[in-house]
């Protein structure tokens, strides 16, 4: 079956950097994407992966393998507005997004 | 401003009762969606459709319905809605089936009582 596990929660201070990862089994791969959904709104967008190695976007990074099924979001210089879930979604051999259950991240001032 | 817009916000619905959610984009894209994002889970896929006038199932379609007359409209409808269909439920587009992330309505929330 097709698989996406993230960490249920994470904590982390203000000013500080977490790394946030996901980890795949799907049936193909097209590509990785993250979003950031804060509580009672939408997903929104925040990176693309599709091959291998870091793509920086200011304070926020992805990092993607896929001979190991691995990615991390790094979000550095921690705001509380970062405050939010992020969710990890994996585009399959059908070019359908198969979706983690997210990673709530808390901001501790 | 352009966007997909999702209606209504939120609605109680007695079991048993029909209803429509309704969902408009107007980015052209051709791809549209529905998720359904329970807690604790990850959105799961209900309908799709990869361009007007064609439609396909999901993750989780039984219970729901869509239709796709044109490229804007995307309606998902619950025939005989049932408690389990509580949810908070998302229209997403993107440009095609495979090209470009998706862009998501601001959600439905639907209890079903």
């Known amino acids: 079956g097709q698989n996406i596990d993230q960490p249920t929660e994470m904590t982390a201070t203000e000013g500080a950097i977490v790394q946030i990862n996901c980890t795949y089994q799907t049936s193909g791969f097209n590509g990785l994407f993250w979003y950031q959904q804060h509580a009672g709104e939408a997903p929104t967008f925040l990176s693309y992966?599709?091959l291998d190695g870091l793509e920086e976007k200011g304070r926020f990074s992805s990092f993607l393998s896929r001979s190991k099924g691995y990615s991390y979001l790094l979000l550095k210089e921690l705001q509380m507005k970062d405050s939010a879930s992020y969710l990890c979604a994996v585009e399959d051999s059908n070019y359908q997004l198969i979706w983690g259950a997210g990673t709530k991240l808390i901001i501790k001032p | 401003i352009a966007g997909i817009t999702q209606a209504p916000t939120s609605q109680i619905l007695a079991a048993g009762r029909r209803m429509t959610l309704r969902c408009t984009q107007d980015m052209r894209h051709n791809a549209m969606y529905w998720y359904r994002q329970d807690l604790g889970l990850g959105l799961r896929l209900i309908h799709y459709?990869?361009?007007?006038?064609?439609?396909g199932k999901g993750e989780v379609p039984d219970g729901y319905s869509v239709s796709r007359a044109n490229t804007d409209d995307f309606p998902l409808t619950l025939a005989s809605a049932v408690p389990s269909q509580t949810s908070v439920y998302f229209c997403?587009?993107?440009?095609?089936?495979?090209?470009?992330?998706?862009?998501f309505g601001e959600g439905s929330r639907l209890t079903v009582l």
């Open positions: 997403a587009s993107r440009r095609g089936g495979d090209t470009g992330e998706l862009f």
């Open positions: 459709s990869n361009t007007a006038g064609t439609t």
């Open positions: 992966n599709v």
